[in-house]
């Protein structure tokens, strides 16, 4: 009893200590003593080359919170930074944005080498067009150091100078844990040099370096969406070990997620659409015991280096910036549809690298192509063949050519049509039917792997591919309006993934119209992610009278659990 009362004595002194502090300038966040449960409010505005360095401790019960006073409308430009250190601080509707910095980072989570964040998160913020004058200087929009740090819901756009966008540090001894969760990376060029080729470090997430690649880092990559990116062929280079890579979307990107260097990578449930563009890859796998299940691949151009699937090869006594031979891979319930080449196994442009892979499986994946023309399903590459030690087992291939690889039935299946259809998704992704042929190939293997890519478990007979045809549908395709900052609108391209036809939001007055052509539950949420209405609508124009003021998202579920969303301006009249 006695420790209770000391316990509520003390969140009560806490609680007292609290207050709601609102600042103009850098300087008065910089040199003010905070207490945990205080929340720094940054006036409206515009605020010019501002150099903030945020040193303060939260609580886990009592965050030290930095926040815009109305998320998106504090703008930070010129030479502005961000870097901040201690415990528990969250930092929320900031908006870097037509900036010109230095060389050091937008975001940091530190404020020197000795004084870095840990269990803090930066939350509803964005950056677009925040570079520097010469785009050959190297910079970072965000730089994580410490452990256990979260970045989510924010978004990016227009990097166009030197310099990976977001990249975890790694040091001896820790282990970070960081989450990258539901953020929107949008829009970046490659610089190119004399010969026109990508210039290397224009990565948009880099997680370590060669120097710490085979420490752990348990970092979670999830529900993002990268939109265009196309700095280089590495979307996101993996160089570090035990990470997560989970239910990501990458669409019309010129790149690939590649596991660069480290080991015990998991790369489950994302989403490749290529779209045809020019080097839209998908999985680059380098190193030892990496899983690659359940993902989706779709209209990709690339090959070799940036087919759907590459294992390279490796080189012997290899440095660590150089090629670690692939071991103990599991490649497993992918789907790979009208891909320009599927599988580019023991890959590489350079004589050095000798090393094929080994203790490696690839099992139940489903290759389908609408036509045979220009596709290649397989492609075993021969160079020290007689080492390569690679078990296909029961992969479905209805079209597609296959070099260099003899098999037998129970290995590779052809000419099944499998009866795939468009599952009325968004993206419109092919799942197989109800009554699909890939029922008679399903397997009772890996008892790990419990769902497929849209969450649907998978009883006892898992079938070929990334899509069980039964259950219920329990995780969303990334949708590109509803990652990223609640406040931010891309400006740049064409949201192909808007149901323009199918679903509109505005307002007048004190009214929020709807049209659509599909039943099903509609949510508003306001820029902190508070519900504030759900309703059922049915389709057509539908009236709905509200009382908000500001920017809101309006999302409309469908009877089957897909989400589409806009950002509406309310004004109350």
């Not at 015990?264 to 659409?273: L, R």
């Not at 691949?297 to 759907?308: C, D, K, M, P, V």
């Not at 063949?385 to 050519?401: P, R, S």
């Amino acid at each position: 009893m006695k420790i209770l009362l000391i316990y509520f004595l003390l969140l009560l002194s806490i609680t007292a200590l609290a207050h709601t502090t609102y600042v103009s300038t850098a300087a008065e966040i910089n040199g003010t003593s905070w207490n945990p449960g205080d929340t720094i409010v940054m006036t409206d505005g515009t605020w010019l080359d501002q150099t903030i360095s945020l040193k303060a401790d939260g609580t886990e019960s009592a965050p030290i919170i930095l926040t815009a006073e109305t998320a998106g409308n504090v703008i930070l430009t010129g030479n502005s930074t961000l870097a901040f250190s201690g415990s528990y601080l969250v930092v929320q509707g900031l908006y870097f944005i037509d900036g010109t910095p230095s060389g050091s980072a937008v975001i940091s989570f530190r404020t020197s080498s000795s004084n870095q964040a840990n269990n803090c998160r930066v939350t509803n913020c964005a950056i677009k067009n925040y570079n520097p004058s010469k785009n050959t200087t190297d910079n970072k929009w965000v730089s994580l150091y410490g452990e256990n740090n979260q970045v989510d819901h924010c978004s990016f756009e227009n990097k166009n100078n030197s310099g990976t966008l977001l990249v975890v540090w790694l040091e001896s001894g820790k282990q970070p844990n960081h989450i990258i969760k539901d953020n929107y990376f949008g829009y970046r060029k490659s610089n190119l040099d004399s010969n026109g080729s990508e210039l290397n470090g224009q990565e948009i997430i880099r997680i370590g370096d060669s120097s710490h690649s085979m420490q752990t880092a348990n970092v979670s990559v999830t529900g993002n969406f990268f939109d265009h990116c196309d700095g280089e062929i590495e979307i996101i280079s993996n160089k570090s070990c035990g990470n997560y890579y989970s239910n990501n979307i990458f669409f019309e990107c010129n790149g690939m997620l590649t596991l660069r260097h480290g080991n015990d990578c998991i790369v489950e449930g994302n989403y490749f659409f290529g779209n045809g563009v020019s080097g839209s890859g998908g999985v680059r796998i380098i190193g030892e015991n990496h899983t690659v299940y359940n993902n989706y691949f779709e209209n990709l151009s690339g090959n070799n280096y940036r087919s759907a699937i590459c294992l390279v090869r490796g080189k012997e006594n290899s440095a660590l910036n150089e090629y670690y031979q692939v071991k103990n891979a599991l490649v497993a319930f992918n789907t790979i549809v009208n891909c320009t080449q599927a599988f580019s196994v023991n890959y590489n442009s350079s004589s050095s690298l000798t090393l094929p892979p080994i203790g490696t499986t690839i099992a139940h994946n489903h290759v389908y192509n609408e036509t045979s023309v220009s596709k290649i399903a397989v492609l075993l590459h021969r160079d020290n063949e007689d080492a390569m030690d690679v078990t296909w087992n029961n992969n479905l291939i209805n079209k597609g050519a296959i070099y260099n690889l003899e098999y037998a039935d129970s290995q590779i299946v052809r000419d099944i049509d499998p009866g795939m259809q468009l599952a009325g998704t968004t993206p419109e992704m092919f799942e197989p039917a109800q009554q699909t042929a890939l029922v008679d190939f399903a397997t009772t293997e890996y008892e790990e792997i419990t769902t497929d890519i849209r969450g649907r478990e998978r009883d006892s007979l898992k079938l070929p591919g990334a899509s069980q045809t039964k259950g219920t549908v329990t995780r969303q395709i990334p949708q590109k309006d509803a990652v990223g900052a609640l406040f931010f609108t891309s400006s740049t391209g064409i949201n192909k993934f808007e149901r323009l036809g199918q679903f509109k939001a505005y307002t007048l007055k004190n009214q929020l119209i709807t049209e659509t052509t599909f039943a099903g539950n509609l949510v508003v949420f306001d820029l902190y992610g508070r519900k504030v209405l759900t309703k059922e609508i049915s389709q057509g124009v539908s009236n709905h009278t509200v009382v908000l003021n500001g920017i809101y998202l309006v999302g409309l579920i469908s009877q089957s659990g897909e989400k589409t969303f806009k950002k509406v301006v309310f004004q109350n009249y």
